[in-house]
T-cell receptor
Framework: NAGVMQNPRHLVRRRGQEARLRCSPM?????VYWYRQLPEEGLKFMVY????????ESGMPKERFSAEFPKEGPSILRIQQVVRGDSAAYFC??????????????FGSGTRLTVV | DAKTTQPPSMDCAEGRAANLPCNHS???????VYWYRQIHSQGPQYIIH???NNETNEMASLIITEDRKSSTLILPHATLRDTAVYYC??????????????FGQGTELSVKP
């Protein structure tokens, strides 16, 4: 039973290019969360998605960033026209649906984005 | 969700117990205390959680005070591989909606030989 799969592990983009980060949740998990971790800083919540729905995007920058979780396939975090300040580790987590006290919150290994 | 306060760093000798404190004085009755850790450059890892009773699993023990305003994570026999940043998070349930975890700065635990 594979865990949360993120790819690529490392991504290098030139300023102005687009970055696409993919996250495949654990089997049976229908909730996906994206976090960003800037160098030497803590984890910052970005967005929470369920299949075909954005539930909470309060942590997403207003411009250039978007996320989706289609009915089929992985969740995608897209960053358009990347700038050096976007260089960070991006982590995805997934969880089960429902009202349990513990949603099986499992994190992937992250994608390290470097903008040159 | 309630705010938490943790010391920024702690040291622990290998083989000894590591006791990591967390203050959550504004916690409300339906909020749980969760602990995660992040070993350098890896994704965060769930450790343990609890509501008001003490909890123990194969990784750690969680002691929650009677008034629930603070808690302590105990790693009974710390090893070098326990060196990590430990996050204490308080969160209420969001029925049928899931819910985000908000990470603070955590405690950087260094286990030394």
């Amino acid at each position: 039973n594979a865990g949360v799969m993120q790819n690529p592990r490392h991504l290098v983009r030139r300023r102005g290019q687009e970055a696409r980060l993919r996250c495949s949740p654990m089997k049976g998990h229908s909730h996906v969360y994206w976090y960003r971790q800037l160098p030497e800083e803590g984890l910052k919540f970005m967005v929470y998605l369920q299949k075909e729905n954005i539930i909470d995007e309060s942590g997403m920058p207003k411009e250039r960033f978007s996320a989706e979780f289609p009915k089929e396939g992985p969740s995608i975090l897209r960053i358009q026209q990347v700038v050096r300040g976007d260089s960070a580790a991006y982590f995805c987590a997934s969880s089960l649906p429902g009202d349990s006290e513990f949603y099986g919150y499992t994190f992937g290994s992250g994608t390290r984005l470097t903008v040159v | 969700d309630a705010k938490t306060t943790q010391p920024p760093s702690m040291d622990c000798a290998e083989g000894r117990a590591a006791n990591l404190p967390c203050n959550h004085s504004t916690i409300s009755g339906n909020e749980y205390v969760y602990w995660y850790r992040q070993i350098h450059s890896q994704g965060p890892q769930y450790i343990i959680h609890g509501l008001k009773n003490n909890e123990t699993n194969e990784m750690a023990s969680l002691i929650i005070t009677e008034d629930r305003k603070s808690s302590t994570l105990i790693l009974p026999h710390a090893t070098l591989r326990d060196t990590a940043v430990y996050y204490c998070i308080v969160r209420g349930l969001s029925y049928n909606q899931g819910g985000k975890l908000i990470f603070g700065q955590g405690t950087e635990l260094s286990v030394k030989p």
